[in-house]
């Protein structure tokens, strides 16, 4: 199964120009908790670098664009964001990084959970020990 899950955000643009609305459980498949945005990123920097135990996120660029790199310990693909009407899925036990941010890039994220820096695995030899054990116990 594809690691890459875009969602396609009804666009309820009209000769004014374009509007998204998000709903919890409609348009994004979960409990909205938290709301955060990433902007006035600095050029050649990377963000991310881990992965959450127990988190379900929607990242959209509502202006500019940015790559991501999803990876589930197996392996990695890697998307583009770069329309404010395009939702990346990402789940539990996904390491995520973001690359080539533009200058006018706004990631906006929509979050299940409140921040709890202990859901977070920063290292990536943790993330990747966890999900080979979670994986060998799927089998
Ligand atoms: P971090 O998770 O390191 O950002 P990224 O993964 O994009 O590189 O977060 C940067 C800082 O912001 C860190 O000190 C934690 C804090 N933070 C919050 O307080 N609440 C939040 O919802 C998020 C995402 C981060």
């Not at 498949?29 to 990377?46: A, E, L, N, S």
């Not at 539990?92 to 006018?104: A, G, K, L, P």
């Amino acid at each position: 199964m594809s690691l890459v899950k875009l969602i396609d955000f009804p666009s309820l643009g009209d000769e004014r120009g374009s509007l998204v609305a998000l709903e919890s459980n409609k348009d994004i498949p979960f409990d909205i908790k938290r709301v955060y945005y990433i902007f006035c990123t600095h050029q050649g920097v990377v963000r991310g670098f881990h992965a959450h135990k127990k988190l379900q996120q929607v990242a959209v660029c509502i202006t500019g664009k940015c790559r991501m790199v999803l990876d589930n310990g197996t392996r990695k693909e890697e998307v583009w964001l770069d329309s404010a009407s395009k939702g990346l899925l990402i789940e539990d036990m996904i390491w995520r990084e973001m690359h080539d941010f533009s200058n006018d890039c706004v990631m906006l994220v929509l979050a299940s959970e409140h921040y709890d820096e202990s859901d977070y695995i920063r290292e990536y030899s943790s993330f990747k020990n966890i999900a080979m054990s979670l994986q060998i116990g799927m089998k």
